[in-house]
């Protein structure tokens, strides 16, 4: 009897865990292994969310100021107390300095990428990277023309050496303007012209940045925020731009490819390495090692039947894109992937990498393999990875992989069943290739109502929403009502796991998408990258709009970020939103605790560059804004707007 | 019964519980939405830093029923409307005795730091502040009726402020009468 009363409670207990794992995330495979990580007591950042709640009130506003040691300040949301800092400054004033250093971060973090992708092809071309080459050269010739190198004559090392000095250029510019701006619709650029937001040098904005928002220098909100915007550009318009560029040159610009995605890639019985992180530099090296014959040999000699790579975030997207090498999650799946148990090395190079995979890898037999210079963490095995030795290095890292598979410990295994195809690969390029080399047909679609419009949905995964719950609905929606949706990003890789990313699932599309998924054999939803690559969207919509002769933010078009986190977030939410598209937040920004700041971007930007923010969890409630923009759009351009 | 019990040695002065209390006696009981509302929703407990002590305490007066604060006050500095309920303090008849401290839980830690700091320099100044703070808004602590945790003690960080029945913490059992007070 007793022992009765105690099975069930032990049901109930169970039950009790289930219904929790369930709340986090929709994906059956993350459930799997939240439940395992409940049942061996892991900790992941689900439970550390939980212990930080309630969340501070004055951080969630953005009214804290710790710019000076006169502070930290913080103002009374309510009106009771504190109004102003020691300085004077107000809330409208500390929220958009936050705001600025914030877009600052990003900026910096996707421009430095930027950088090391330069510097890298730079040491290409001279011969100083052996293990690097020009993989796209028509690329190499059309950014060189571009950029007003002369070819002829010249071998491709010396057009490249060449290209790579005036993409340096671009870092420390001190006159003119970013070129990648050129690329913008005639219309967009006249309009950042006028009001002052062309970016100069990429380097230069960020440390703008960070000089107007020391103690006693920028302190008018619209003024300070105006330089969001222009920050914004250098990123998306500078930073990020130049990567993808260089990346493509370098490792091939990406073309349509199967391949497949979530925990469940991870292999039973090879050596099982994850690329996490955002650089295409070392991971390219990786999965080029992972079939050296005499790695493959001592895998076997260590029992094993192969090597297996698989990414995780934008890492894994650049790898998915050019090689279709399997991802095995988002963002929030990283600790999961340590979980299975299943994982002989974790190699991260730099951005979204949590600290907790120090000690999460102790937990299991999983080497934790930091590689940049500039990024260290807790409990890692260093192995610092220079151009130079590229090769070599990722040789090492495979070595260390492979003579740690004979520890992995079958009882602590638990790899799930979910593993679901993608067709991914669409870069611009691509895409106009897709459509038969001109962006007509897509126009002729769009006209005709067939494509109700393209929506732009990206980002990471937030704790605060239910993993991929955001991601996965709103995109749904989207297509449903005849949206095109190109995704980069842990979009790419939710959507992907939905199995969102196969021509089937135009299935789920409406009639009219779905006619034109399957007369072309593309899904309903494209992935066009990593979060760099949001730059081809730009691209993307620059020829769209220059097709039209209408700027970009007349265009049916709408962005969305569903479970955004990161500080590269909201650069980028500030340059598509500078270029002139309407973007929907699924979490809400720190400025809600100044009027002004909350005013100006969800409702006065538009009077400024034709587009602005909204915020909306709800998914469905957020693809209904889009969708109600898009309609807008399609009723000035003339279009049948009623849907 | 359980009351809120306040540990001024672990507060950090962030002032969380304020913005909690205010959000929970709002209309919408939402951080985001209560940012707008008119009237703007009140806080009834207020962070004071005590200079002598180089503290910060949040502090709270719930303007009990039959105050016993006004009833141990040996000077009448203390005493309470009978029919509103409110608690207030006139600093003209204090002499800084702090019996009034002694008989009520929320200050009862904070006397205690203040026996092993021996600083005796503080005063009842920052409470009697408060006491007249609220008298003036008209707005008391009703330890959040309706939650199970009173928002402010949800919302501390480093548990400052702790909910729990008063004989669960030791040494803070409330002296009954006033001879075992003076001992």
Redesign the interface.
Same mark, same amino acid.
């Given at each position: 009897m007793e022992q009765k009363e105690n099975e069930k409670s032990m049901d109930s207990d169970s039950e009790t865990m289930l219904k929790k794992v369930y709340e986090k995330s929709i994906d059956p495979a993350s459930q799997t292994i939240l439940l395992k990580a409940k049942q061996e007591g892991i900790e992941t950042a689900w439970d550390r969310y939980e212990k930080q709640l /309630?969340q501070?009130? #004055?951080g969630? *506003?953005g009214v804290c100021c710790r710019n000076c040691n006169m502070g930290p300040c913080?103002i009374? /949301? #309510?009106?009771? @107390?504190a109004e102003k800092g020691i300085c004077g400054a107000t809330a409208d004033i500390i929220v958009a300095r936050n705001l600025l250093r914030t877009i600052a971060a990003g900026a910096a973090a996707h421009s430095d990428h930027a950088r090391d992708a330069v510097l890298t092809f730079k040491k290409m071309s001279e011969g100083a990277a052996g293990s690097y080459a020009i993989k796209d050269e028509a690329k190499l010739l059309s950014l060189a023309s571009e950029y007003g190198i002369p070819t002829e004559g010249k071998n491709r090392e010396k057009v490249a050496s060449e290209l790579a000095d005036a993409l340096l250029l671009e870092f420390g510019k001190q006159t003119g303007s970013l070129l990648c701006t050129m690329r913008a619709p005639e219309p967009r650029l006249k309009l950042w012209t006028e009001l002052g937001i062309v970016p100069r040098g990429i380097d230069r904005e960020i440390v703008e940045c960070m000089h107007r928002t020391h103690m006693g220098v920028d302190n008018n909100a619209t003024h300070i925020l105006l330089q969001g915007l222009r920050t914004g550009l250098s990123d998306g318009w500078g930073g990020s731009m130049i990567a993808t560029d260089v990346q493509d040159i370098l490792f091939g610009t990406p073309q349509p490819r199967m391949s497949t995605v979530n925990l469940g890639v991870l292999s039973r019985d090879k050596v099982n390495v994850i690329v996490h992180g955002h650089e295409p530099i070392l991971s390219e090296m990786i999965v080029e090692a992972a079939e050296d014959t005499e790695l493959l040999k001592l895998a076997q000699e260590k029992g094993a039947a192969g090597i297996n790579i698989a990414g995780i975030c934008c890492t894994g997207n650049e790898t998915l894109m050019r090689h279709g090498t399997p991802i095995a999650g988002t963002f929030l799946q990283q600790e999961l992937a340590v979980i299975t148990g299943a994982v002989e090395a974790m190699v991260v190079d730099v951005q979204c990498v949590m600290p907790s995979l120090g000690e999460l890898s102790g937990c299991y037999h999983t080497k934790f393999i930091s590689t940049s210079p500039k990024a260290d963490f807790p409990n890692t095995v260093r192995m610092e990875f220079h151009e130079e030795k590229a090769y070599e290095t990722a040789k090492e890292i495979i070595r260390l992989a492979v003579e740690n598979f004979p520890f992995r410990n079958p009882e602590k295994v638990n790899i799930p069943a979910e593993k679901q195809e993608c067709m991914v690969g669409f870069s611009a390029e691509a895409i106009l290739n897709a459509l038969g080399g001109s962006p007509d047909p897509l126009i002729e679609a769009i006209k005709s109502g067939a494509v109700w419009g393209v929506g732009a949905v990206v980002g990471c995964n937030n704790v605060k929403i239910k993993h991929n719950y955001g991601h996965v609905n709103l995109v749904k929606e989207l297509i449903k009502n005849n949206v095109l949706v190109v995704t980069t990003g842990c979009n790419a890789i939710a959507c992907a796991e939905a199995g969102l990313l196969v021509p089937e699932a135009s299935e789920l599309a409406g009639e009219g998408l779905k006619a034109v998924c399957k007369a072309l054999g593309i899904p309903p939803v494209l992935h066009m990258g990593s979060c760099v690559d949001i730059s081809r969207i730009l691209v993307l919509s620059s020829v769209l709009a220059n097709r039209l002769g209408v700027d970009i933010s007349d265009l049916p078009v709408a962005g969305a970020a569903p479970e955004w986190m990161s500080e590269k977030a909201v650069s980028i939410g500030a340059y598509v939103v500078s270029s002139g598209v309407f973007t929907v937040l699924g979490t809400?920004p720190p400025v *809600? @605790?100044s009027q002004a700041v909350t005013a100006l971007l969800t409702r006065d930007l538009n009077n400024v560059v034709g587009a602005s923010f909204a915020v909306e969890p709800d998914p469905f409630k957020a693809a209904a804004l889009m969708l109600e923009h898009i309609d807008g759009k399609r009723k000035s351009l003339g279009l049948n707007s009623d849907r | 019964m359980k009351d809120l019990i306040i540990r001024p040695e672990r507060c950090l002065g962030c002032r969380s519980c304020e913005i909690a209390c205010a959000v929970a006696h709002s209309k919408s009981k939402s951080l985001f939405s209560a940012l707008g509302e008119q009237p703007a929703p009140k806080k009834r407990i207020y962070v004071d830093c005590l200079p002598n002590l180089e503290i910060s305490i949040p502090i709270t007066c719930r303007h009990c029923e039959d105050a016993p604060c006004v009833s141990v006050c040996p000077t009448k500095a203390l005493s309470q409307d009978e029919v509103t309920g409110i608690v207030s303090h006139n600093p003209d008849h204090c002499v800084d005795c702090w019996t009034c401290s002694m008989v009520c839980p929320r200050f009862l830690p904070l006397y205690q730091l203040i026996l092993n700091i021996g600083c005796w320099t503080s005063s009842m100044a920052y409470n009697r502040g408060v006491i007249s703070r609220q008298t003036d808004a008209g707005v008391k602590c009703d330890l959040c009726q309706g939650r199970d945790i009173p928002a402010c003690v949800e919302a501390c960080p480093t548990h400052a402020l702790v909910f729990y029945e008063l004989e669960e913490i030791p040494g803070t059992k409330i002296p009954e009468t006033t001879s075992e007070l003076t001992g």
């Open positions: /309630p501070c009130s #004055f969630q *506003l913080r009374d /949301p #309510f009106g009771e @107390g809400v *809600l @605790g | -």
